[in-house]
């Protein structure tokens, strides 16, 4: 099967499997046995989709063919929208019908469980972008949770763009790792945003006083604002850095370290000195993050990372 059905260009799919069967190859060497004069043009296209490093290095084929998935889905779910918006009048006109009078197409909602409900009466949607600058705090019940989960096991696509300072707390970081293994997919971003969320590219919430979690939104149906606020969406999303590129923390770092040097869980906590509950936890989190079924799974992922 060739990658182009992928994505990939010819071209780049080329260099790719040269790549793979030449570890730290020359670029001079690789042009002239390719016959590729516009290499470097395409080693930059290869950089920015993630499929190499600067050092040339390529992804393994398998981590290669998930993240080129990933793209292909993203750019499935954009276009699956922009069809789907062509329903927005029909949906427009039912909901005038129900209410007696004209759609608000910028309307003030109080609070953010207001929000909350607006969102949740659109069971409908396919496509969530969500920005989230600051810390979420510990509102998310297990309920939510729940049927989070199994509205993304039912088709949703859900991206969710997150503040750099914000993952310096661990439990943020750890909600968002398993969000992210749940199919809600995140990237990470030191450049300032606002909070955002936008619901198939045809509705948008954002807060009144961004610096506060719990005031009022504005409801925004206008589709110029709305494309406008996508178009701001993609371009931070474009810059921001994969959640799963993100470098181990000092912790999952010596959680590895003491998975690969003990075999019994005991013999590690202590190691770590910490409880036996604490050190099973982490590991699991590091399993998520790796998108490992067993350990030693996770094991050979982590060394195809240099993580080991």
């Known amino acids: 099967m ?3 059905s992928l994505g990939l260009t010819h071209d780049q799919e080329r260099v790719y499997r040269y790549l793979l069967r030449t570890p730290h190859a020359d670029p001079d060497e690789a ?8 290499l470097a043009a395409v080693l930059d296209e290869l950089r920015t989709l993630g499929v190499i490093d600067r050092s040339l290095v390529p992804l393994p084929p398998a981590a290669t063919v998930d993240l080129l998935v990933r793209h292909q889905v993203e750019r499935t779910s954009r276009e699956l929208a922009r069809l789907d918006a062509a329903f927005d009048v029909v949906r427009d006109l039912a909901e005038e019908a129900r209410r007696g009078r004209p759609v608000e197409l910028v309307e003030r909602i109080e609070d953010s469980a207001g929000v909350n409900r607006r969102v949740d009466a659109m069971r409908d949607r396919a496509e969530t972008m ?3 600058p600051l810390p979420r705090g510990r509102h998310h019940t297990e309920e939510a949770t729940r049927r989070y989960r199994r509205q993304l096991a039912d088709g949703l696509v859900s991206r969710t763009l997150v503040g750099a300072a914000s993952l310096d707390l661990p439990e943020e970081l ?7 293994g749940l199919g809600d997919l995140h990237r990470v971003t030191a450049e300032p945003f606002l909070p955002l969320l936008v619901i198939d590219r045809r509705v948008a919430f954002v807060l009144l006083e961004p610096g506060r979690s719990d005031t009022d939104a504005l409801m925004i149906r206008q589709p110029g604002i709305v494309a406008a606020l996508v178009a701001l969406f993609e371009k931070l999303w474009e810059r921001a850095a994969d959640l799963d590129g993100l470098d181990l923390s000092a912790t999952e770092a010596r959680v590895l370290r003491a998975l690969a040097e003990h075999d019994k869980d005991e013999t590690a906590a202590r190691a770590l000195n910490v409880s036996l509950r604490k050190y099973r936890a982490h590991v699991a989190a590091l399993m998520t993050r790796l998108g490992a079924t067993t350990r030693f799974q996770a094991a050979l992922r982590a060394k195809e990372r240099g993580w080991l």
């Open 31 to 38: 042009r002239a046995e390719l016959g590729l004069p516009r």
């Open 174 to 180: 750890a909600y968002a790792r398993h969000l992210h």
């Open 130 to 132: 969500n920005a989230k």
């Open 2 to 4: 060739s990658l182009e």
